[in-house]
């Protein structure tokens, strides 16, 4: 299946053709690659050699190594962990700021609340009234990291119901570095109180199936977050997107 490799790039090429690969389907996750001594003859190459891109490949998410007898090296799906921290680790370098996270957040939310009233379910519509409950009890307790995590997962699970794997995608990163930024930032009770109501809106939109109602208290909600986020970063240091 694969071709002999020339040096000085010869890892570089290896991860190309295990790539390429299983995007053309010859392989797919759960499928075991040849022993390491057959991949050495197939790639022409040395131990070290292979094995510095086997060890790239396991960091990409493409490939997973098992002990024993049973084992080897085994093609994985690649998880929105590992795309994440890909997300991070370039991002990392840019010269990000709130209003670049929240203009994602205008432009994609609302229309992810107007399709997720289209097709939300009953079990969907529960899950965030329970976990809108859940904040009201954290808050009360003060227990502001678990409050933060569920404020974000609110929105992780309206961008769900659309089925759609990329815009599942961005806004599970996007609510990832939101997460980040009230962390940082650590927003009051006055805050939280006011994202809660607004989820609460947005709830009964969704429950009322009404589009336009839905992406109206998302663009609303998305809005008002960025405007205290701003707020409160004015008085903190720089961000740091880890």
């Known amino acids: 299946m694969f071709n002999l490799v020339n040096q000085p790039k010869a890892p570089r090429q290896i991860i190309d053709q295990i790539r390429n690969a299983v995007l053309e389907g010859?392989?797919?996750?759960?499928?075991?690659?040849?022993?390491?001594?057959?991949l050495m003859d197939q790639f022409g190459v040395s131990k070290a050699t292979l094995r510095e891109a086997?060890?790239?490949l396991e960091y990409l998410g493409l490939i997973e190594t098992?002990?024993?007898?049973?084992?080897?090296?085994?093609?994985?799906?690649?998880d929105m962990e590992t795309t994440r921290q890909s997300l991070t680790n370039f991002l990392h370098f840019k010269n990000l700021s709130i209003h670049h996270l929240s203009e994602i957040r205008r432009n994609l939310e609302p229309y992810s609340a107007r399709l997720a009233a289209a097709g939300i379910t009953e079990e969907d519509l529960s899950r965030l009234k329970n976990i809108n409950e859940t904040c009201r009890v954290l808050l009360?307790?003060?227990r502001t990291v678990e409050l933060r995590r569920n404020e974000v997962r609110f929105h992780r699970i309206i961008a769900n119901v659309s089925?759609?794997?990329i815009l599942i995608l961005i806004l599970d990163f996007i609510e990832n570095m939101l997460e980040d930024v009230k962390n940082i930032l650590k927003p009051?009770?006055?805050?939280?109180?006011s994202v809660i109501e607004a989820h609460e809106r947005i709830c009964?939109?969704?429950s009322a199936r009404d589009q336009d109602w839905a992406a109206r208290e998302m663009l609303e909600d998305v809005s008002k977050v960025e405007e205290s986020l701003i707020?409160?970063?004015?008085?903190?240091p720089p961000l740091k997107w880890t």
């Open 204 to 206: 009964q939109a969704l």
């Open 54 to 56: 086997l060890r790239a």
């Open 231 to 236: 707020r409160l970063a004015r008085d903190n």
């Open 66 to 78: 098992r002990k024993g007898a049973a084992g080897g090296v085994f093609i994985s799906e690649v």
């Open 163 to 165: 089925r759609n794997p």
């Open 140 to 142: 009360a307790e003060g």
């Open 188 to 193: 009051d009770y006055g805050f939280s109180k």
């Open 26 to 38: 010859k392989i797919k996750p759960g499928n075991r690659l040849s022993s390491e001594k057959e």
